[in-house]
């Protein structure tokens, strides 16, 4: 492929097929602009403009719904097939045949991991799962409702000063330490935020327990020496974190991003990524599920509801994403998973029941609107007894190896420029401005 450079000649047949020609109406001059990977540059559309003077085209695209911010080798997401892969592997396989840690060492590192490789990386990670003694005094100091959520973004955002070699970004051996550190304690402060809201006493990390068997140690202990997790329960909330660990440019991904541009300390964007998570929505859509399986509260009352939704009454919460216009890999592992989990649940009737009538409706498949990862998860966060405002908690722990990874490739990348998007100016202009003495009298 040749690409064509952007200059301001009319095209001609000699024009390349990876080029896109663009006739400005206004001029009636025409454009040649490259297209690379199947995108044109928007910088090259600066050149196209009227007069020599005023400002050069821009794209308008609130929420980038259509606008590459990076190139990124982490996951590969096809939203027509359902396709979700982490560096290649499909999402199915990893949930199956993989565990979180070992996941989390493939999306940071590009590579499934040795034998050697994987133990060191395990115990790395185990080694700093506890925090300074400070971390603790200051999440003691939150009040007593403090939800759990904004406890773990400020206490992500506090790491950054128990660790102020952290801002040596350039670093590749501190680079490593600092996401081990933080794969390795958000569990710690996870687990800490949901006890200070129980007004239980903080249960320090047990090294001789796998990394998810920990985090439900400091969850769950209470008098008894050594606790002893349910295995179907680790299984199912490890797949849940490999499910989590990384979705591409999403909205919390984009504020890692962001605020990393600025070459700030990894803790800082990564707790970046943790406020845009606190939103409801982005991390708080499996809650509004289980509002509304409760308030269905019967597999007889679908029907009603069903048509309730079609007639714009009522919202199918849990159904259709921004990206996946297909069944959302990710929601076929969970349903899974909520079939090891239950044995029964009226919920997971009701929610089985209505998926079952929505996918048959023509309503709904014409608008191809599909289950994703949220409409089941909640399940199995409420079949481990946490309380709902835990919910985007456990999400942040599972996708932090993504926020990092992305993070990582951000500060290799040579194209990365600090963010900063155009706006399009709808004030006013050039007022005369009149002194107070003068507007009051």
Same mark, same amino acid.
């Given at each position: $492929?040749?690409d064509v450079p952007?200059t301001?000649?009319?095209?001609t047949?000699?024009t390349?097929?990876d080029?896109?020609?663009v006739r400005?109406?206004?001029?009636?001059?025409s454009y040649d602009l490259?297209i690379t990977?199947n995108?044109?540059?928007a /910088?090259? *559309?600066?050149?196209i #403009?009227l007069?020599?003077?005023?400002?050069? !085209?821009?794209?308008?695209?609130?929420g980038?719904v259509?606008?590459a911010?990076?190139?990124s080798?982490?996951?590969?997401?096809d939203g027509?097939?359902g396709? *979700?892969e982490y560096?290649?592997y499909?999402? +199915?396989?990893l949930?199956?045949?993989?565990?979180?840690?070992?996941?989390a060492y493939?999306?940071?590192?590009g590579t499934l991991?040795?034998k050697?490789?994987?133990?060191?990386?395990v115990h790395?990670?185990?080694y700093?799962?506890f925090?300074h003694?400070?971390?603790?005094?200051? $999440?003691?100091?939150?009040?007593?409702?403090?939800h759990p959520?904004?406890m !773990? $973004?400020a206490?992500?955002?506090a790491?950054?000063?128990?660790?102020?070699?952290? #801002?040596?970004?350039?670093d /590749?051996?501190n680079r490593?330490l600092q996401?081990v550190r $933080?794969?390795?304690?958000m569990?710690?402060l996870?687990?800490?935020?949901f006890?200070h809201?129980?007004?239980?006493?903080?249960?320090y990390?047990?090294?001789?327990?796998?990394?998810?068997a920990?985090?439900?140690?400091m969850?769950?202990?209470m008098?008894?020496q050594k606790?002893?997790?349910?295995?179907? *329960?680790?299984?199912?909330?490890?797949?849940l974190?490999?499910l989590?660990a990384?979705h591409?440019?999403?909205?919390?991904?984009?504020?890692?991003r962001?605020?990393? =541009?600025?070459?700030?300390?990894?803790y800082?964007a990564v707790?970046?990524?943790?406020?845009? !998570?606190?939103g409801p929505l982005h991390?708080?859509?499996?809650e509004?599920?289980l509002?509304m399986?409760? #308030?269905i509260?019967s597999k007889?009352?679908i029907p009603?509801?069903?048509e309730?939704?079609?007639n714009g009454n009522?919202? *199918?919460?849990?159904f259709?994403? #921004?990206? @996946?216009?297909? @069944?959302?890999?990710r929601?076929?592992?969970?349903?899974?998973?909520?079939d090891?989990?239950? +044995?029964?649940n009226?919920?997971l009737?009701?929610a089985q029941?209505l998926e079952?009538i929505?996918?048959e409706?023509? @309503?709904?498949v014409?608008?191809?609107?599909?289950p994703?990862?949220?409409f @089941?998860?909640g399940?199995?966060y409420?079949a481990?007894?946490f309380?709902?405002e835990?919910?985007t908690?456990?999400?942040?722990?599972?996708?932090t190896?993504?926020?990092l /990874?992305?993070?990582?490739?951000?500060?290799?990348?040579?194209?990365q420029?600090?963010?900063?998007?155009?706006?399009i100016?709808?004030?006013d202009r050039t007022?005369?401005f009149?002194?107070a =003495?003068?507007r009051w009298?």
């Open positions: $492929m040749t952007a301001d000649v009319q095209a047949a000699e390349s097929t080029s896109l020609t400005d109406n206004r001029t009636g001059q490259a990977d995108t044109i540059k /910088a090259d *559309l600066g050149q #403009r007069g020599d003077e005023g400002p050069g !085209l821009a794209t308008y695209d609130p980038f259509n606008t911010s990076c190139r080798a982490v996951t590969y997401i027509e097939k396709i *979700l560096r290649g499909p999402i +199915e396989q949930a199956e045949k993989s565990n979180f840690l070992e996941v493939l999306l940071i590192h991991p040795s050697a490789e994987y133990d060191s990386w790395e990670i185990t700093h799962t925090v003694e400070n971390v603790k005094s200051f $999440m003691e100091g939150f009040r007593y409702d403090a959520m904004g !773990l $973004m206490s992500v955002g790491l950054s000063t128990f660790y102020p070699d952290a #801002r040596n970004i350039h /590749a051996e490593h996401m $933080m794969i390795a304690k569990p710690t996870g687990a800490w935020s006890r809201a129980q007004g239980k006493p903080f249960v990390p047990d090294n001789d327990l796998s990394y998810t920990n985090f439900l140690s969850l769950f202990k008098s008894e606790f002893e997790a349910d295995e179907r *329960l680790v299984k199912a909330l490890d797949v974190f490999i989590h990384d591409e440019q999403n909205a919390s991904t984009n504020a890692v962001s605020v990393g =541009s600025t070459q700030v300390d990894p800082s707790a970046a990524g943790v406020g845009a !998570l606190f991390g708080g859509a499996n509004a599920v509002r399986l409760r #308030r509260g007889s009352e009603a509801f069903i309730g939704v079609k009522e919202k *199918l919460m849990g259709g994403h #921004r990206v @996946y216009k297909n @069944y959302d890999p929601a076929t592992i969970i349903k899974k998973a909520c090891d989990v239950f +044995e029964v009226p919920l009737e009701i029941e079952k929505a996918l409706d023509e @309503y709904f014409k608008r191809k609107l599909y994703n990862v949220d @089941y998860s399940l199995i409420e481990f007894q309380p709902p835990m919910f908690v456990l999400f942040a722990i599972g996708r190896p993504g926020w /990874a992305q993070w990582l490739e951000l500060v290799q990348d040579k194209e420029k600090i963010a900063r998007p155009k706006q100016y709808t004030g007022l005369d009149v002194p =003495s003068e009298a």
